[in-house]
């Protein structure tokens, strides 16, 4: 893999600039400035939002962008690719689904530049208006599993399973004296995965609220680095799973989350096909996604190398394996409370 492209000289960016403007305006567009602020200090690749002051096109003198660097040329062409079949996929949303409108990508730098989605933090809007927020949060989710993409390998839970073991031997150690629970939560794992769909769908593939955005009534949804195909539950698992950390860590900043996720599978099911087993996939999809946040907070130092930070975020991952261990004992074997 090349190495990651932090930035630009300021003479090259501004060609790329140029060279896309022509590309979507016409050979009459000039630049006639811009500007560059960091988009996110977070993520593998590095997000930039770029302000340009556009002359030579009638009624546009302001454009806004988003650019991002990919480690290589081949992932940037990726996620190029998916944006553009991606972008047809709010037929199912009736309007409600923003996906950003691919502008350009520039292999030889790889940098891939987008349109700018601005919004509200999904998670602001669910604290303020949860019902109307979730029903359409799930309506965009399930035009989004119905985009119909090119063939990409397949996420199925025996991959995902494969990736998680070694995670838990690594969580044991650094939670050693209070490791016992997870050697209860895997095996009820393995025993209960489910089957991958008959057709695989579309999945974002890391969908959370850092991915989601509001804006007036219409779900902005960001970040396609790690999409791929595969069981619709697990980007619901996933998206739960963070939204239910969020109310163990701050409680009060969300409805209950029983109600939120009952609201979400409820508003998915009503777009989509019926899928009986729907509800019980996804209750495994968020468990194996809280043993993986479990295994980040434990592991990853390099973003608070501070004692009493590390040794919160340490706490944080062993009450998350205390949640899954107490489910997993009060039903008996795993995902008997999601059935149906």
Request: charged fraction near 25%; aromatic fraction near 6%; include cysteine.
């Amino acid at each position: 893999m090349s190495e990651l492209i932090v930035s630009l000289a300021r003479e090259e960016t501004e060609a790329v600039l140029i060279a896309a403007l022509r590309e979507v305006y016409g050979e009459g567009a000039r630049l006639e400035g811009w500007a560059a602020f960091p988009l996110s200090k977070r993520g593998k690749h590095r997000s930039v939002h770029y302000q340009l002051r556009v002359a030579g096109v009638p009624r546009v003198h302001h454009v806004q962008w988003a650019g991002k660097f990919y480690a290589s040329a081949a992932d940037g062409c990726r996620v190029a690719t998916v944006l553009r079949q991606v972008a047809a996929a709010d037929r199912g949303a009736r309007g409600a689904l923003v996906v950003p409108s691919l502008i350009a990508y520039d292999p030889a730098r790889r940098l891939l530049l987008s349109k700018y989605e601005p919004g509200e933090s999904i998670v602001a809007a669910l604290a303020h208006g949860d019902g109307p927020v979730v029903r359409t949060l799930g309506r965009v989710v399930a035009a989004l599993h119905g985009a119909q993409v090119g063939d990409a390998p397949i996420t199925s839970p025996a991959s995902m399973l494969e990736d998680l073991r070694p995670r838990i031997v690594d969580l044991a150690a650094r939670l050693r004296g209070a490791e016992a629970p997870l050697w209860r939560v895997l095996p009820a794992l393995e025993r209960l995965a489910p089957p991958l769909p008959a057709r695989p769908s579309f999945l974002h593939g890391d969908l959370g609220p850092s991915q989601i955005l509001w804006r007036g009534g219409r779900v902005v949804i960001l970040d396609f680095d790690k999409w791929t195909r595969g069981d619709p539950a697990s980007d619901l698992g996933n998206l739960l799973t963070q939204l239910r950390r969020i109310t163990l860590r701050r409680p009060g900043k969300l409805p209950a989350f029983a109600s939120l996720r009952s609201g979400l599978l409820d508003a998915y099911r009503y777009w989509t096909a019926p899928d009986p087993g729907l509800a019980r996939r996804v209750g495994w999809y968020e468990r194996l996604a809280l043993l993986r946040k479990a295994h980040f907070l434990a592991s990853n130092t390099t973003r608070h190398e501070q004692p009493e930070a590390l040794r919160q975020r340490r706490t944080e991952a062993m009450r998350l394996v205390r949640e899954l261990s107490a489910e997993a004992r009060d039903e008996g074997d795993l995902g008997e409370r999601h059935a149906g």
